[in-house]
């Protein structure tokens, strides 16, 4: 038997102890550049790759709707963050729990708008990526080099959560 999460909204508070949200918001500094033609919404995020000879690098990951929304497996990236980014304007979910060791109960989901991008910080269990609505790109920033950068835990069956989009 599974339990089900209804995401909440995902906003720079709610998310502090899990990493940034990234977003042109009323919060981040504002600097004009290009001679005014734009606005530079500066330093949103705190990467985090340098540890064991870590380097940061930018991919793109193309994700697919869970189907159904069963949420199974978690991971954490404990010699780096890794941040993530929609290409496409369609929301998408962020399932984070506690840096440690992992409880399913303190699990907490978040319903992120189509301009918002998270970062996750160094060692933060989070679920793969939740796409919804339809296959969606993410432009992503995390750690490449040397040692071990991904631990992953399995949720027994009892353990799953139903994520209710």
Do not use: C
Not at 23 to 28: G, I, K, P
Not at 82 to 88: E, G, I, R, S, T
Not at 89 to 112: I, N
């Amino acid at each position: 038997m599974s339990r089900s999460l209804v995401p909440e909204p995902l906003t720079a508070e709610a998310f502090a102890s899990f990493g940034d949200v990234i977003e042109a918001s009323d919060r981040a500094e504002r600097l004009p550049i290009n001679y005014g033609w734009t606005t530079r919404y500066n330093d949103l995020a705190r990467l985090d790759v340098g540890d064991g000879g870590g380097h940061a690098i930018v991919s793109l990951f193309r994700a697919r709707p869970l189907e159904p929304p069963l949420l199974k497996v978690f991971e954490r990236h404990p010699a780096g963050s890794q941040a993530f980014m929609p290409l496409h304007g369609r929301p998408y979910l962020v399932a984070v729990a506690p840096a440690g060791d992992f409880d399913p109960a303190a699990v907490r989901l978040f319903r992120a708008a189509p301009s918002q991008g998270v970062n996750y910080a160094k060692g933060v269990w989070h679920h793969f990526l939740l796409a919804l609505e339809a296959e969606s790109d993410f432009l992503v920033i995390d750690r490449a080099g040397p040692g071990d950068n991904l631990d992953e835990v399995f949720l027994a069956e009892a353990d799953q959560i139903l994520a209710d989009a």
